[in-house]
């Protein structure tokens, strides 16, 4: 059963924070929190409740879930990214680091629709369809660059996982 309540948010960081409010969510619930300004949405845990804890009035003291760090981490690694890009780096090495941030970007973005789907009940098909459909994407992308680099005589020494390439290659290929 799904509630919707307003809130004051106080003494909020990366972690969670103290939530003002009326009606209390009982301890140890799942809470999907929305920014009224940026209409971003987070999922969080009620840690504390004044009934549970003494000190505690008028509201309650959550935990944020881990999307709230991934988006962190996403950005810093963006920096990371503009940062190679300005001392001069090999671009294939930059390519190669960009599609790993947005790779890490699109599962963070997965998770985070899963995580509010299975919190509001609702079926995730489509987006497990969705993650698959790209890992193919990634695939085609990958095997492409395998093959440049083959290609250019870069890998010397990996016939064995070149082999093992092949025969997972042809196992895709008949289902």
Known sequence: ????????????????????MSVYPELGSRVMLTNFVSAQTA???VI???????????GVIIELIVPMQVKKTIVELQ???????CEDMDLR???????????IRTAAGTLEQLQEHQFRSMDDSELLSSLATDRVRRTIAICLDVIADLDAGRLKNALGDVDELYRALGHSHKH
Not at 2 to 20: E, M, S, T, W
Not at 48 to 58: D, S, W
């Open 93 to 103: 090495l930059v390519k190669e680091y960009r599609d790993a941030v947005n790779y």
């Open 48 to 58: 504390a409740a004044p009934h549970t804890r003494e000190g505690i009035a008028n």
């Open 79 to 85: 920096n990371l990214e503009k940062a190679l890009q």
């Open 43 to 45: 999922e969080a845990r």
């Open 1 to 20: 059963m799904a509630v919707k309540q307003d809130a004051v948010a106080h003494q909020i960081n990366a972690n969670g924070g103290f939530l003002k």
